[in-house]
Nanobody
Framework: VQLQASGGGLVQAGGSLRLSCVAS????????IGWFRQAPGKEREGVSC????????YHVDSVKGRFTISSDDAKNTVYLQMNNLKPEDTAVYYC????????????????WGQGTLVTVSS
């Protein structure tokens, strides 16, 4: 299993970015994909997760209404659309995969992609 995250960059507060996570070696029918982030000096935290087979998506309260997670099964890709970005969203963002159920606990995930840096300037 390999995960490739991309799409990070520098954006002004209020702007938008879309992160992509391309997965290989797994079936979206059996795996949940999560986005996590780690800000400087802070622990990694779960942001959003999805299981494409049932269409359910989950977001932590701090990003609800601003972030949207979605999947394109044909491309084996999960996206994180981030709108109305705030300086506190600055972090390295990671995508991860776990068998079957969604979770915001990073210890539940078996596979991780490399991070992509998102920097939001004020």
């Amino acid at each position: 299993v390999q995960l490739q995250a991309s799409g990070g960059g520098l954006v002004q507060a209020g702007g938008s970015l879309r992160l992509s996570c391309v997965a290989s070696g797994l079936s979206f029918d059996e795996y949940a994909i999560g986005w996590f982030r780690q800000a400087p000096g802070k622990e990694r935290e779960g942001v959003s997760c999805i299981r494409s087979d049932d269409g359910n998506t989950y977001h932590v309260d701090s990003v609800k209404g601003r972030f949207t997670i979605s999947s394109d099964d044909a491309k084996n890709t999960v996206y994180l659309q981030m709108n109305n970005l705030k300086p506190e969203d600055t972090a390295v963002y990671y995508c991860a995969a776990r068998y079957y159920g969604v979770s915001f606990n990073q210890n539940d995930y078996n596979y991780w992609g490399q991070g992509t840096l998102v920097t939001v300037s004020s």
